[in-house]
Nanobody, 123 residues
Framework: QVQLVESGGGLVQAGGPLKLSCAAS????????VAWFRQPPGKEREIVSY????????VTADSVKGRFTVSRDNAQHTAYLQMNSLKPDDTAVYYC????????????????WGQGAQVTVSS
């Protein structure tokens, strides 16, 4: 059983950076691919970025491409989402999620979820 805990959320001004962390425990963390999702107020959950088990493959949504970067450190059992040039439209609860392998944007295909981290971008 894998437990995921996000940290690093908060309030930031537009144009600023923020870095989210997703710390994992339980199981063999390097066996799981990790994705970051976000859910803006009143909207559905959407995928932001994905990183494979080894970190060799990443996928980033067009809406954040060039601004957000996903990475992971398997030795530290942690995945990261570096967010730069933040916009008010990036305001959402951000979740990390894990599944055994293979990219999908369908949140229902991810087995483990963190509790979420609020990111608020002020204009």
């Amino acid at each position: 059983q894998v437990q995921l805990v996000e940290s690093g959320g908060g309030l930031v001004q537009a144009g600023g950076p923020l870095k989210l962390s997703c710390a994992a425990s339980g199981g063999t963390v390097s066996s799981y691919a990790v994705a970051w999702f976000r859910q803006p107020p009143g909207k559905e959950r959407e995928i932001v970025s994905y990183i494979s088990r080894s970190g060799g493959t990443t996928v980033t949504a067009d809406s954040v491409k060039g601004r957000f970067t996903v990475s992971r450190d398997n030795a530290q059992h942690t995945a990261y989402l570096q967010m730069n040039s933040l916009k008010p439209d990036d305001t959402a609860v951000y979740y990390c999620a894990a599944k055994l392998s293979g990219y999908t944007s369908d949140p229902n295909r991810y087995t483990y979820w963190g509790q979420g981290a609020q990111v608020t971008v002020s204009s």
